[in-house]
């Protein structure tokens, strides 16, 4: 079965901190994701990764940057975090179909981040 | 860009009530998935529709993907309160392998 784990289930950071967040997959899936999730706005995609090293963005990139050294981990990053970056983030990783169709996505516990 | 709605936003029902929710996008879809989110928990796969018109069934659930491909339906028979958590429809988005995700309906069931 996948697991997706991500480091933490809680953070708690001041504005204007670095803060990363990690994510590993134990099933060799080429595609890596991070998303947010508000409530009432669903589940947002920040960034993607479908290989080693590539990374392409996604609907809100802004204030984020992201890291896939390895394939099985990939790195959200806030570079200054603000209180508007308080929320709910997902880390999902899928096997590339290389087709129309999209394999499902398996996720991680998700982090609560609250930016003081 | 693409835009995946679900309505509706909540819904609070008694335990052997049915339920429905709908999902439409802005664009014709090559397939759609739907995820649950019980509370406190992590979105897990339900099922994937890719056919115009398809309708698949799990246990009380059936799953419809609409003649255009353009919406799809959830619907739940017999809600019971093991049925509780947000259910999100998803599309392909633009660009490759990703997946743009409705805003979710949250049902809540009473006994």
């Known amino acids: 079965d996948v697991k997706v784990t991500q480091s933490s289930r809680y953070l708690v950071k001041r504005t204007g901190e670095k803060v990363f967040l990690e994510c590993v997959q134990d099933m060799d899936h080429e595609n890596m994701f991070w998303y947010r999730q508000d409530p009432g706005l669903g589940l947002r995609l920040i960034y993607f990764?479908?290989?080693?090293?590539?990374?392409e963005k996604g609907d809100i990139p802004e204030g984020y940057s992201v890291s896939r050294e390895k394939k099985e981990r990939f790195s959200l990053i806030l570079e200054s975090a603000s209180t508007n970056q308080t929320s709910m983030y997902l880390c999902?990783?899928?096997?590339?179909?290389?087709?129309?169709?999209?394999?499902?996505?398996?996720f991680g516990n998700g982090t609560r981040l609250t930016v003081t | 860009g693409q835009q995946v709605m679900q309505i509706p936003q909540y819904q609070h029902v008694q335990e052997g009530e049915d339920f429905t929710t709908y999902c439409n996008s802005s664009?014709?879809?090559?397939?759609i998935q739907w995820y649950k989110q019980r509370p406190g928990g992590h979105p897990v796969f339900l099922i994937q529709l890719v056919k115009s018109g398809e309708v698949k069934k799990q246990k009380r659930l059936t799953f419809q993907f609409g003649e255009a491909k353009k919406n799809s339906s959830l619907h739940i028979t017999a809600t019971q309160t093991t049925d509780v958590g947000t259910y999100f429809c998803?599309?392909?988005?633009?660009?490759?392998?990703?997946?743009?995700f409705g805003t979710g309906t949250r049902l809540l069931v009473s006994p």
């Open positions: 990764s479908y290989d080693v090293k590539m990374k």
């Open positions: 664009t014709t879809l090559s397939n």
């Open positions: 998803a599309g392909p988005g633009t660009g490759f392998q990703k997946l743009v």
């Open positions: 999902a990783s899928s096997l590339n179909l290389n087709s129309l169709y999209n394999s499902p996505l398996h």
